[in-house]
């Protein structure tokens, strides 16, 4: 015999499911991927000191309580006021703060919604900065686009004198490079590194300090070896006066 359905008590709520995945890849090609991944490193390097950051990529958004279907997942979102930690989903009524930076890379299957309807969307939750990156420079004429919200709308921002696009939320600079995306902090006056260039400086250290080891031991073998020659001569004088006498 079949148990019978329990009955929701009038006026209860409804639990509602926030999934998170929406079934869509994170990215199109391994280029995107890489762009995005490096990106998002270096920001969390950035922001690595600042307790009230948080930053994520490819996380859902859910804009709407109650409506799971009403969610959005940059590929890298910046929110600051918020403590870090580890989300499975943002949700905007819980979190109280709507990203202030938000980068998508941008592709051949989503380059018409990050220019329409994303671009809307973002504009209408208030997001303060909206920066879109063609990695492949196939889609978007120049790859790099950034969007400022003034007034409630979105204004393209101007490039510097030096050809970057200045992000006033996160203090740095985006630019190309050789067609990457690198941020420049011109606070500090440095890049920030890659995944692979932190890898490359660590394998240098380890090596410089393998061969300072090496050398020091190699002197602290020469020295060893000069203490016992001059011990040796002394002995051998010792003796020689010892029978002179």
């Keep these: ?59 859902l958004l859910y804009y709407e309580e109650g409506e799971p279907r009403l969610c959005v997942a940059p590929d890298i979102l910046v929110v600051q006021g918020v403590p870090k930690g580890l989300r499975r989903v943002y949700k905007l009524w819980e979190e109280g703060r709507v990203p202030q930076f938000v980068l998508e ?23 303060q900065e909206y920066f879109l990156y063609d990695p492949l420079a196939e889609y978007l004429s120049p790859p790099l686009r950034g969007y400022r919200l003034v007034e409630g709308r979105f204004e393209p921002i101007t490039p510097a004198s030096n050809g970057a696009l200045v992000s ?22 440095r890049w920030l590194p890659t995944p692979a260039e932190e890898g490359a400086a660590r394998q240098e250290a380890e090596r410089q300090a393998a061969a300072e080891a090496a050398a020091r031991q190699q002197a602290e073998a020469r020295a060893a070896e000069l203490a016992a020659e001059v011990e040796r001569l002394r002995a051998a004088l010792a003796e020689r006066q010892r029978k002179a006498e």
């Design 105 to 127: 890379v941008t592709s051949r299957s989503t380059r018409g919604e990050d220019l329409g309807a994303k671009r809307g969307l973002y504009e209408w939750l208030g997001v």
């Design 1 to 59: 015999m079949a148990t019978p359905a329990l009955a929701v008590p009038p006026g209860a709520p409804v639990e509602v499911e926030y999934p998170e995945s929406d079934g869509r890849p994170m990215a199109e090609s391994d280029v995107h991927y890489r762009r995005i991944v490096d990106v998002r490193h270096m920001l969390e390097r950035y922001f690595a000191d600042e307790p009230a950051v948080y930053m994520s990529g490819n996380l």
């Design 168 to 189: 006033q939320v996160l203090g740095l600079e985006l630019h190309l490079r050789d067609g990457e995306l690198r941020l420049f902090d011109p606070r500090a006056g």
